[in-house]
């Protein structure tokens, strides 16, 4: 893709690639994403956007205290939201990435009907070393290779995927690395690389899509590439509240993948294995670590949590792409594994192994129910599309992740507009019960990055409670709004928008702090 890509073009491209919603998906990935292209394209610099704003990174820090609201924050609405995406330091190498970025971490403190913003990078142990350096040094994703010398040792942690709470901290996660902890209140970077009291060594990587066990409130992640770069290696493991290791087990994959993200139930775990496959000839010609090799076939992976691993079963599909879970559970001997899925690589801006260009339409994402059974005899695995939607990063009410579960949520262009130009951003609810959907467009102007779902209150019913995202105007450089809909009514729109003055932080994913969940 070159400069005189069409604005209907890109869209397209972000909606497969990034896609976080609507027309545009995510304009703080968006930039990044069209940084990534041009590069990829041996341009040295951005082309403006195609609706207005910058391309830039944002790179500064910032605190916007008592924001502008328009409308009225719930007073059954106190926590915050926290949100981390790739926000280049230096400027990225010819060849390089989105997903390379530096974390730059964002919150929003909702407390008595006020709203403050914070934003801070990742303090990891790359940041740090470039910032002393004032140069990238780690200039390739996820190719040690290419690193400069001085940062052999330290974690790649760029932080810039996804947070979760965790005693008191805000982790924030790269899957090639332990998270990076910073301070709830402050986003003070407290421990570059947090290894829950050394029960995840320094070098071992650990997931960007954690699940909580809807029953005892433990994380549950894993970690593939576990036993060293390359390596066939998938770890499972369990931290209750207090930080300890309860369980860990490990499996062996068909293959060596981006394995992004899991699904846990009641019993057991679901692995996804895709054709984005390690490619050690591209990095040896300095490139990045995966490449779409469409000659493969997926696996779907099953075992007991709290097992040893040695029961694992691999199901194999069709050739397919799933990278985000939005529920799953276990019912009457079956798993459901509610994913998006795409047909080719979602990532056009990874390589196709095979040399062929990106292919744009077969990257949109349709949410998929996947299922199987128990029994161990399985011939494939069933997988039926739920929604028209097209949605790469859907969410469910996170108090679900391992039971049965009514509602997703997403961003999505509007399914009624067949032009995407004209489609307009919305934020859906989908009802799995009677397969319907819920819809707030936002309009045209606007692009949507992944919502977040915070319950009315600790024990409402699933469902009661907010969708809230960051809105960016494509129209108004990219300045940006928190807006804040009753999730029973998306349909009424906004109850509450939170104005910024300027562009938020980039977000790939982000996730809902409870009041009741900081520390006294
Ligand atoms: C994803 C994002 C990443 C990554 C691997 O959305 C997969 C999928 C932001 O970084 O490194
Ligand atoms: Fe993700």
Redesign the pocket.
């Known amino acids: 893709m070159t400069d005189e890509t069409t604005p209907l073009d890109r869209r397209s491209f972000l909606n497969g690639a990034i896609g976080i919603a609507a027309g545009l998906g995510g304009a703080g990935l968006l930039s990044h994403t069209v940084l990534a292209q041009t590069t990829a394209a041996g341009s040295d610099c951005a082309p403006p956007l195609a609706a207005g704003g910058s391309f830039s990174p944002i790179r500064a820090e910032m605190d916007v205290n008592d924001c502008v609201i328009e409308g009225t924050i719930p007073a059954d609405l106190n926590g915050g939201f926290y949100a981390t995406g790739?926000d280049p330091q230096y400027p990225m190498a010819k060849g390089n990435i989105v997903?390379d970025g530096e974390g730059h971490v964002r919150m929003f403190r909702i407390k008595n009907g006020r709203v403050d913003y914070r934003s801070r990078f990742a303090r990891t142990e790359r940041f740090m070393a470039q910032d002393r350096a004032r140069r990238a040094l780690m200039p390739m994703y996820r190719n040690p290779a290419m690193d400069d010398p001085s940062v052999h040792g330290l974690s790649r942690s760029t932080a810039?995927?996804h947070v979760l709470n965790h005693k008191g901290l805000i982790l924030a996660l790269?899957?090639d690395s332990p998270p990076c902890a910073m301070d709830l209140n402050t986003l003070e970077t407290v421990d570059p690389v947090y290894t829950f009291d050394g029960a995840l060594p320094h070098d071992r990587p650990f997931t960007?899509h954690p699940k909580i066990c809807s029953t005892t409130g433990n994380i549950v992640a894993f970690g593939y590439e576990a036993r060293g770069f390359g390596s066939d290696v998938v770890a499972m493991f369990e931290i209750d509240r207090h930080g300890n290791k309860v369980w860990e087990a490990e499996v062996k994959v068909p293959y060596v993948c981006?394995m992004?993200d899991f699904a846990v139930t009641e019993n057991h775990i679901l692995l996804f294995v895709i054709p984005l496959t390690i490619d050690h000839e591209q990095m040896k010609r300095g490139g990045i670590h995966w490449s779409w090799d469409g000659t493969r076939k997926t696996y779907l992976g099953i075992l007991r949590r709290h097992g040893d691993g040695k029961d694992v079963q691999w199901i194999e599909g069709a050739t397919r792409s799933g990278?985000h879970t939005m529920g799953a559970f276990e019912d009457k001997g079956r798993i459901y594994f509610d994913t998006e899925v795409t047909v080719a690589s979602p990532f056009p801006f990874m390589p196709n192994k095979d040399g062929s260009p990106p292919d744009f339409v077969n990257a949109t994402s349709y949410i998929h129910r996947i299922s199987a059974n128990l029994n161990g005899r399985n011939k494939t695995y069933e997988i039926e599309k739920m929604y028209p939607l097209i949605a790469p990063l859907p969410r469910q009410d996170d108090r679900y992740n391992t039971m049965p579960y009514r509602y997703g949520y997403m961003g999505c262009p509007d399914p009624n507009e067949p032009n995407r130009a004209r489609a307009g951003a919305c934020y859906a609810r989908v009802d799995n019960q009677t397969r319907t959907f819920d819809l707030w467009n936002a309009g045209p102007t606007v692009a949507l990055a992944e919502p977040v779902f915070a319950p009315r209150r600790t024990d409402s019913a699933e469902g009661d409670g907010y969708l809230m995202g960051v809105a960016y105007h494509l129209d108004q450089n990219l300045r940006s709004d928190l807006v804040i809909l009753d999730a029973q009514h998306l349909a009424a729109g906004p109850i509450a928008t939170v104005k910024l003055p300027v562009q938020a932080s980039p977000q790939?994913h982000g996730w809902w702090v409870r009041e009741d969940q900081y520390p006294a």
């Open positions: 790739p997903f810039n995927t790269k899957e960007a981006l992004h990278t790939v």
